[in-house]
């Protein structure tokens, strides 16, 4: 007899949530060695290996989500396949906060779409927070929907709610801010409405806020005394923040541009683009944009306005604050792709579902082939991006192993210059050395039982402190020329 599967089984999402995971596995490099931005989360809570720099522009939610692993071991393969399962997991319990809202198999149909993205892919097993706000925006707005649309907000979905705006936060305090925004919003309309004609208190609305703030409040509440503690305030943090990330100027067509793979910068020395990387993908893109706003409407009809916008505005609202010309924009937006997954699964659907008999076949062949050209059209994209990606990491390999038959070992400080004589194997290979890593230094004092070691991209030349320093270059890691003091004579 067939095993047949009702349509809001729990098997779907547990189906979606391995798949993607099992993507990961095998599409990655998951062998691939730490690199800049991962070994200072790597490095923050570990008995391996020195502290490395903390910025401006970090918070504390990357280094304690791999806490588990990196007190115990700095293998970096250890770390992706830990990411790797946790991602799984993550994106399992992010859909089942939608549950109740939406049929199982068609939640696990916006899980293979935002998991087949490749940027989804390539972030799952690094060391960036980026993946994890969008799993933390996806189950906050799916769990203030299930309280606000059935008017029975449980302790259950407030704890859950609060968890998961603090989870959000802890990752990327701006993130949840601007992901909190539309949902306090919508709330506070709701509680007015409600007062208005009822004269009293809408107490599932009320405290749907209150778990909000409680999630904000401990999410962003280490962020803050941390900003006192390290940055003078938060308000100098946030202006910290702005320089190294290209300001705060709007630009929604740099933006853009990463739809189609490429990176963006504001800053000069971080590479950027003018034109569209892949622009073949582009057609895709509008395809999902055309999807989710069919999505909408469908939604819309069937649930009410309030579900099938939810995610849409927070959607906006988190691609509003990454329209700024930041570094790298692709991974930021990942957040943005995780909510609109709800809405396009809707609009695929409402096309399969709703659409005339003799119309139907062709609704699903159209389906079937968006999702292929998606899974073609990105993986594509993310080999290209992992082959870019091993190459750097081998750089940073052959540094930190170039260094060491020079003699380098801890403990020892490794430093570069500013851009764009910045080498970016220098942290990595600090943290693989063992040696601690400064950003830059106007000076320095050789003592007794560290060495210094300077690395340079390009012909330029070390701090006036490290001229008289016999410089070596390192083939292997590029174009990089290590200049290496020695530690004082006893």
């Given at each position: 007899m067939a095993l047949r599967i009702h349509r809001d089984s729990i098997v779907w999402l547990v189906a979606a949530a391995a798949a993607f995971t099992l993507a990961v596995m095998l599409f990655t490099p998951m062998r691939m060695s730490l690199g800049w931005d991962e070994t200072v989360y790597a490095s923050q809570i570990s008995?391996?290996?020195?502290?490395?720099?903390?910025?401006?522009?970090?918070?504390?939610?990357?280094p304690l989500l791999v806490a588990p692993v990196t007190l115990f071991t700095d293998s970096a393969v250890v770390l992706r396949f830990y990411l790797a399962l946790l991602a799984g997991a993550g994106l399992f319990l992010a859909l089942l906060a939608w549950r109740g809202l939406r049929p199982a198999w068609l939640l696990a149909l916006a899980g293979v779409i935002f998991g087949g993205l490749w940027v989804t892919q390539s972030l799952a097993p690094q060391l960036f927070p980026n993946y994890w706000i969008g799993i933390g925006a996806l189950a906050s707005a799916g769990l203030f929907l299930r309280g606000l649309v059935?008017?029975?907000?449980?302790?259950?979905?407030?704890?859950?709610?609060?968890?998961?705006?603090?989870?959000?936060?802890?990752?990327?305090?701006?993130?949840?801010?601007?992901?909190?925004?539309?949902?306090?919003?919508?709330?506070a309309v709701r509680i007015v409405r409600h007062y208005l004609a009822q004269r009293s208190v809408d107490r599932c609305a009320g405290s749907l806020v209150l778990a909000i703030a409680v999630g904000l409040a401990i999410g962003l509440g280490d962020w803050i005394v941390e900003s006192y503690l390290y940055f003078t305030d938060p308000v100098v943090r946030l202006q910290a923040a702005g320089r190294v990330t290209g300001g705060t100027r709007f630009d929604p067509v740099t933006s853009l541009r990463i739809l189609s793979g490429g990176r963006a910068s504001s800053l000069a020395g971080y590479p950027g683009i003018t034109g569209w990387s892949h622009p073949g993908l582009l057609p895709w893109w509008l395809a999902f944009a055309i999807l989710a706003a069919v999505g909408v409407y469908a939604a819309a009809r069937t649930t009410g306005w309030l579900p099938a916008l939810v995610p849409v505005l927070c959607a906006l609202s988190i691609y509003i604050l990454y329209s700024l010309p930041v570094r790298d924009n692709a991974r930021y937006l990942i957040p943005v792709w995780a909510l609109l997954a709800i809405p396009a699964a809707d609009g695929i659907a409402w096309l399969v579902?709703?659409?005339?008999?003799?119309?139907?076949?062709?609704?699903?062949?159209?389906?079937?082939?968006?999702?292929?050209?998606?899974?073609?059209?990105?993986?594509?994209?993310?080999?290209?991006?992992?082959?870019?990606?091993?190459?750097?990491?081998?750089?940073?390999?052959h540094a930190a192993q170039a260094l060491q038959q020079l003699g380098?070992?801890?403990?020892?400080?490794?430093?570069?210059?500013?851009?764009?004589?910045?080498?970016?194997?220098?942290?990595?290979?600090?943290?693989?050395?063992?040696?601690?890593?400064?950003?830059?230094?106007?000076?320095?004092?050789?003592?007794?039982n560290r060495q210094v070691v300077v690395l340079v991209q390009g012909p330029a030349r070390p701090g006036d402190f490290a001229m008289d320093w016999r410089g070596h270059r390192l083939a292997s890691a590029g174009d990089v020329t290590a200049y290496i003091g020695r530690p004082a004579a006893r």
């Open positions: 008995q391996h290996v020195p502290i490395m720099r903390w910025s401006s522009e970090r918070a504390r939610g990357m059935t008017g029975r907000a449980t302790t259950g979905i407030l704890a859950a709610l609060a968890a998961a705006v603090a989870f959000a936060a802890l990752m990327r305090p701006a993130d949840a801010v601007f992901l909190a925004i539309p949902l306090l919003a919508i709330a579902g709703h659409t005339r008999k003799q119309a139907r076949v062709a609704a699903v062949a159209a389906a079937a082939v968006f999702l292929l050209i998606e899974f073609g059209t990105q993986h594509t994209l993310l080999t290209t991006q992992s082959t870019a990606l091993q190459t750097a990491a081998s750089a940073n390999t380098v070992h801890a403990p020892c400080v490794v430093t570069t210059l500013k851009r764009p004589s910045f080498a970016p194997v220098s942290e990595p290979a600090a943290y693989h050395l063992g040696c601690a890593f400064q950003g830059t230094m106007g000076k320095v004092t050789l003592s007794r």
